[in-house]
């Protein structure tokens, strides 16, 4: 079955704390997508990984094959980072992004 | 630059009047897809177009429709919007079929009174 799961579900932190969010899929994916979703606001993409690590500025996006297993960091947190975090893979047999529940971040001042 | 643009970014419909939202792209990208996204929920696929050929599906409702006359842009019909159906709706685009990289428009916010 398709599937990919959050945890977790909501995070709340104080200003520059380490955040990290994490990610399981299913067996089958082509690749996996970080997605960024401000409060009444649409899809931005911030990463796309099928391997390894990913960097952009305070963001980092990791992925471990075997493990079926992502995480998303984000360095030096702000109170701009507050948004709901989405992790989203495309499974090759279906043609199709599956995506998670999303993490709901807030970063208190 | 823009690339996936959808308008209006705000809609107000009434019960059961018809509402069109529109996607444009500038990618020239063959796929386009439709998303649908209630309240804390995430993203459901409603539809896509690769090219000019429709894909609906399964569980997406008999009330939603769509229409691709060009490679541009993409439209999405509600024939007879009902309450359920005040949600965000997202259009995004990828260069082919099984190209995973989808690109994402702002979405446009739904409201049915």
């Given at each position: 079955?398709?599937?990919?799961?959050?945890?977790?579900q909501?995070?709340?932190?104080?200003?520059?704390?380490?955040?990290?969010?994490?990610?399981?899929?299913?067996?089958?994916?082509?690749a996996?997508?970080?997605?960024?979703?401000?409060?009444?606001?649409?899809?931005?993409?911030?990463?796309?990984?099928?391997?390894?690590?990913?960097?952009?500025?305070?963001?980092?996006?990791?992925?471990?094959i075997?493990?079926?297993?992502?995480?998303?960091?984000?360095?030096?947190?702000?109170?701009?980072?507050?948004a709901?975090?989405?992790?989203?893979?495309?499974?090759?047999?279906?043609?199709?992004?599956?995506?998670?529940?999303?993490?709901?971040?807030?970063?208190?001042p | 630059?823009?690339?996936?643009?959808?308008?209006?970014?705000?809609?107000?419909?009434?019960?059961?009047?018809?509402?069109?939202?529109?996607c444009?792209?500038?990618?020239?990208h063959?796929?386009?897809?439709?998303?649908?996204?209630?309240?804390?929920?995430?993203?459901?696929?409603?539809?896509?177009?690769?090219?000019k050929?429709?894909?609906n599906?399964?569980?997406t409702p008999?009330?939603?429709?769509s229409?691709?006359?060009?490679?541009?842009?993409?439209?999405?019909?509600?024939?007879?919007?009902g309450?359920?159906?005040?949600?965000?709706?997202?259009?995004?685009?990828?260069?082919?079929?099984?190209?995973y990289?989808?690109?994402?428009?702002?979405?446009?916010?739904?409201t049915?009174?």
């Amino acid at each position: 079955k398709n599937e990919v799961e959050q945890s977790p579900q909501n995070l709340t932190a104080q200003e520059g704390e380490f955040i990290t969010i994490n990610c399981s899929y299913s067996v089958g994916i082509s690749a996996l997508h970080w997605l960024q979703q401000h409060p009444g606001g649409g899809i931005v993409s911030l990463f796309m990984l099928s391997s390894g690590k990913k960097k952009h500025g305070r963001l980092i996006a990791t992925i471990n094959i075997q493990e079926k297993h992502s995480s998303l960091h984000i360095t030096a947190s702000h109170p701009r980072d507050s948004a709901v975090y989405i992790c989203a893979a495309w499974y090759q047999g279906a043609q199709k992004l599956v995506f998670g529940q999303g993490t709901r971040l807030t970063i208190n001042p | 630059d823009a690339m996936v643009i959808q308008n209006p970014r705000y809609q107000v419909t009434q019960f059961g009047k018809p509402v069109t939202l529109s996607c444009s792209q500038t990618l020239n990208h063959n796929v386009m897809y439709w998303y649908q996204q209630k309240s804390s929920q995430a993203p459901k696929l409603l539809f896509h177009y690769y090219d000019k050929d429709f894909n609906n599906e399964a569980d997406t409702p008999d009330n939603f429709q769509s229409r691709r006359p060009n490679t541009s842009f993409c439209f999405l019909d509600i024939r007879s919007p009902g309450l359920g159906d005040a949600a965000m709706y997202l259009c995004a685009t990828s260069r082919d079929r099984v190209s995973y990289e989808q690109y994402f428009g702002p979405g446009t916010r739904l409201t049915v009174t």
